[in-house]
């Protein structure tokens, strides 16, 4: 139970991402959250909504594994799924900000350690 909790913290977290990226990049939220103007998001748009996409296929397969009846092949599921927004969160972290590691990354690692304990 614990572990479905976290992962679908998860997972409301790249569903949150997603919006944030693929419709309020250029709304002022978006703006303020990336620090841009609004020459820059609007250059930028067709990008964000790019990785707001591979946000929301995060999202599928973390709710995918939450409720696939097979618990052998769920928990599978979801260390790739977690593994997957770890590594993202690593690349962000080094390439944009050491930042989204704590608000992107740790709680997948978190999960990920539920997971791997249960």
């Known amino acids: 139970m614990i572990k479905n909790i976290l992962i679908g913290l998860v997972a409301l977290l ?3 991402f ?3 990226e693929m419709f309020l990049w250029t709304k002022p939220i978006g703006l303020k959250t990336f620090a841009m103007d609004a ?3 609007a250059k930028t748009a067709v990008l964000a909504g790019n990785q707001g996409l591979y946000n929301g296929f995060l ?3 973390l ?3 939450m409720i696939h009846p097979d618990s052998v092949f769920a928990k599978q599921l979801a260390i790739f799924f977690l593994g997957c927004v770890i590594v993202a969160a690593l ?3 080094y390439s944009v900000n050491m930042r989204i590691f ?4 740790l709680p997948a690692v978190i999960a990920l350690a539920v997971v791997l304990l249960s």
């Open 14 to 16: 790249h569903t949150y």
């Open 18 to 20: 997603l919006v944030l």
């Open 39 to 41: 020459e820059q998001a």
């Open 59 to 61: 999202v599928a397969g």
């Open 63 to 65: 709710v995918w594994s």
């Open 91 to 93: 690349y962000g972290a």
């Open 102 to 105: 704590f608000v992107q990354g």
